[in-house]
């Protein structure tokens, strides 16, 4: 049996602009995550672009 992670499942940014972070999770293909190599979760940067002065994406920005 090939043991293989799932696609990454992605939780939302925790901001609408400026930098903020997202979760991301995997299960392996047993009920052991041990059993796969790797992490089955994971965080990362998200909405790099900086916020206007009304905390919305300047224009341009998109």
Not at 5 to 24: A, E, H, I, L, N
Request: proline share 5%.
């Amino acid at each position: 049996m090939s043991l293989e992670w799932s696609p990454w499942f992605y939780t939302p940014c925790d901001v609408t602009c400026g930098t903020g972070s997202r979760s991301k999770l995997r299960s392996c293909s047993t009920t052991r995550d041990e059993d796969c190599s790797g992490n089955a979760y994971d965080t990362e940067s998200c909405n790099l672009q900086e916020c206007s002065s009304l905390g919305k994406i300047a224009p341009g920005d998109h």
